[in-house]
């Protein structure tokens, strides 16, 4: 009895020994990945890269990032799981009903399920370094073609290029590349967000949730005075008292 104890403090022992030698490795790596990533430069090319796209398209981004992408629309999870609510989950069998859950909860939810599908995309690239690679080198290649048309266009062969042309140019292998480096990767994240994302929408009941978009944020102060004019709305009567 006493020997089977023993074996079992130890392979609980051995096992807490794993976990934790497993997360000192990913806190290693992790560290290591962020310090290669600062010492490396590419956040700073990264950033001229973007100072060097047209004007047009820096505008278009950051409209785009201020009202899509916007971080307020990004529900929390416990919005997202409907945790303290009585019953945020159930079966809806009205179909108009059902059609009004699932056009609410598609805008209202439209960036967690985003993330979600971001998520289970970044899962599935790490299936497949070969993936990894390609894209890097793709990223080199717009690195290098942003800095041969840092002054607005550039010369090749006697013919003058724009950087609004190379960007399309570009845009378009890119699309090519990444079609032919991620179309097994991107159908199999996107067939699996779809489908939990799809049950979400289906299910969650976020009817209480409605009114959020007509939340007005009242700003400035309010002086209330003994003269204020909306305070005083009874009119004045010009009939005297005989």
Known sequence: MALTDDTTSTS?????????GALTAITSASSS??????????????????????QGTQDTLALAKQKVFNRKNLRTPTVFFGIGEEQPFYV???????????RHNA??????YALVTAVFFCLTLLISPGAIIGMGLLGFAWMAMLRATSEGQVQVKGI????????IAMSGVSVIVLIWLLSH????????????????CLLR???????EEDKVVMQGD???????????????????LA
């Open 12 to 20: 609980s022992g051995n096992a807490a020994g794993n976990v934790a």
């Open 33 to 54: 990945i962020k310090n290669a990533w600062e010492n490396s430069g590419a956040k700073d090319a990264l950033a001229n890269a973007q100072s060097n796209l047209p």
């Open 92 to 102: 809806e069998k009205v179909p108009s009903l059902i059609t009004e859950r699932l």
């Open 107 to 112: 805008g209202f939810f439209y960036l967690n």
């Open 160 to 167: 003058t290029i724009t950087q609004k042309q190379a960007s």
């Open 185 to 200: 990767i991107f159908w199999m994240a996107l067939a699996t967000s779809g489908f939990l994302c799809g049950v979400h």
């Open 205 to 211: 009941d976020a009817s209480m949730h409605k009114d």
């Open 222 to 240: 309010l002086s209330l005075e003994e003269e204020a004019t909306f305070l005083n709305t009874a009119p004045e009567s010009d009939v005297s």
